[in-house]
């Protein structure tokens, strides 16, 4: 059985976040796990320059209740880490960090924030890809926390404790992946091998204030409650599409982990603690509201000009852009540019994989589809 423990945490207060985190950490049997001379890693989810109460990052306060708990158990070496979308380096990272209030929080706990722009070429785990260039402080970690955001995601549905470790790629090098594996099934495997290479120990989810709709930045925060944490990634976002009404969604992630044996079925899921909170209506991605395809049936001639015609595509809202970039620096197949001060796609050469939603710092591209445009 994969233990899943749930927490209900109404609130971002210590007071509410510290009793949370040390009844995981006992019922996960992370006490003992951790030991004082370990280097542990918190990978958050960071994504970009966002502040916490935009629910689009891991929030400060349960980072804050997770390193307290370790320096009670007498760790010392405790690194906060990500590599956030765009160039990996040291600037970018620490306004993001800023942003996001883990450099308030790293400066009151005596805990370090990554500034180290390194990465290490590691041999993959899973068979699909040979290796992973994996940043430097995950490589050299004794022990991961992964500590994902409950976010729904244009491209895979969820964003959960497996595509949380999409953040072990160093920046720019994460738009290649989107090249290599622009199939969103095949996509889907390079995440569980990249999961299964840096193999963290633990994931404890932000669902206190998750984000709903078009996720995982140009979506809306809805509160949920709770914090979401295992040793088994695979049984725990089966367990968050529960949360956010996505159980019976096509996610291609949990699909392909329980094809692969990887996930054994919610039979084998053990649900422990408070009882889980589900939102029914919980706000899909646009990608994932309707699935027109099934009613093409038998006329399987007509399937691929339909797909091209009602298939999801980025849209550039021109009132709102601001010509800053982020879209075509971000943008896997170099399809976007930035024409007198306004984001261009063309739509012949885009591979959907909606980078430029995800990294527009100004929410000016949104999701849509069943619409004739820029054509």
């Known amino acids: 059985m ?17 009793p949370a985190v040390d009844e995981i950490f006992s019922q996960l049997g992370l006490d003992e796990k951790i030991k004082p001379d370990m280097r542990v890693v918190l990978k958050v989810n960071l994504l970009m320059k966002r502040r916490p109460d935009e629910a ?23 690194v906060i880490a990500d590599s956030p979308g765009g160039p990996y380096l040291a600037q970018h990272l620490k306004g993001i960090y800023a942003a996001s209030g883990m450099l308030d929080v790293a400066e009151r706990t005596g805990a370090k924030v990554n500034l180290d722009t390194g990465f290490r070429e590691v041999a993959a785990a899973g068979g699909r890809v040979n290796s ?4 430097n402080p995950l490589c050299d970690a004794d022990f991961i926390i992964n500590m994902p ?4 995601h244009g491209m895979t549905g969820m964003s959960g404790a497996v595509k949380n470790m999409f953040g072990s790629i160093p920046g720019l090098m994460k738009p290649e992946l989107h090249m290599r594996f622009p199939d969103k099934r095949d996509f889907a495997n390079m995440l569980i091998d990249l999961f ?8 404890i989810t932000d669902a206190v204030v998750s ?16 914090i979401i944490s295992s040793c088994d990634a695979f049984a725990l976002d089966r367990v968050l599409a529960r949360v956010i009404g ?12 329980e094809r692969r044996g990887l996930f054994r079925g919610e039979e084998q899921i053990e649900l422990a603690g408070d009882e889980l909170l589900t939102y029914p209506d919980f706000k899909n991605p646009a990608t994932h509201s309707i699935d027109f395809m099934s009613y093409a049936g038998a006329l399987k001639f007509l399937r691929k000009p339909l797909m091209r015609l009602v298939s999801p595509r980025p849209k550039i809202k021109r009132g709102a852009c601001i010509g800053c970039g982020k879209c075509a620096e971000s943008c896997p197949a170099k399809t976007i540019k930035v024409i007198d001060k306004k984001a261009h796609i063309d739509y012949s050469s885009c591979i959907k994989c909606f980078c430029c939603h995800e990294m527009c710092p100004v929410k000016a591209i949104e999701i849509s589809r069943f ?4 054509l």
């Open 2 to 18: 994969s233990k899943v423990h749930v927490v209900r945490a109404d609130e971002y207060d210590l007071n509410i976040i510290t």
């Open 149 to 152: 955001k409950l976010k729904t």
């Open 246 to 257: 996505m159980e019976n969604a096509k996610i291609e992630m949990l699909e392909e982990a």
């Open 211 to 226: 984000m709903e709709g078009d996720g995982p930045s140009g979506g809306t925060p809805r509160k949920t409650g709770m």
């Open 196 to 203: 299964m290479t840096v193999n963290p120990s633990v994931s």
């Open 371 to 374: 619409k004739m445009f820029d």
């Open 56 to 78: 689009t990052t891991t929030h400060p306060a349960l980072a804050e209740g997770v390193i307290n708990k370790l320096k009670s158990l007498g760790v010392r070496d405790i």
């Open 132 to 135: 992973f260039n994996i940043i």
